[in-house]
């Protein structure tokens, strides 16, 4: 687990595309203020390549967005406010960094 804070007075206020190394990732939002931007955008479908419709999730202080931890994602850039969040991984028998044949295979 880890916490991540933006503040649109910071230079850096996106997450790029990535993968989570886990299987399944809860996105917990515990502060949101006055925010524009920051959305969490999925890339085509969770076993994928990314390409193929996006999808934009928004997140609210209270609530958590849970998602497979391998699908393509990356956070928007925050354009106004505040925004805290604690990401926790949770993985299959405790191992962290599977390659995606495995996840694929375990999914299934």
């Not at 230079?11 to 595309?17: E, L, P, S």
């Not at 949101?32 to 999925?42: A, I, L, P, Q, Y």
């Not at 934009?56 to 393509?72: D, N, P, T």
């Not at 962290?96 to 295979?105: E, F, H, N, P």
């Amino acid at each position: 687990a880890f916490s991540l804070h933006y503040d649109s007075r910071q230079t850096d206020t996106t997450f790029n595309q990535h993968r989570d190394p886990s299987f399944v990732t809860i996105n917990v939002c515990l502060r949101s203020e006055n925010v524009v931007g920051s959305r969490v955008e999925f890339f085509g479908a969770w076993d994928g390549d990314g390409s193929g419709q996006r999808l934009r999730a928004e997140q609210r202080a209270g609530f958590a967005l849970v998602h497979r931890g391998r699908h393509l994602h990356q956070t928007t850039p925050l354009v106004k406010g505040i925004r805290s969040q604690a990401v926790l991984y949770w993985t299959r028998r405790g191992v962290v960094g599977d390659d995606d044949a495995t996840y694929l295979g375990f999914a299934e």
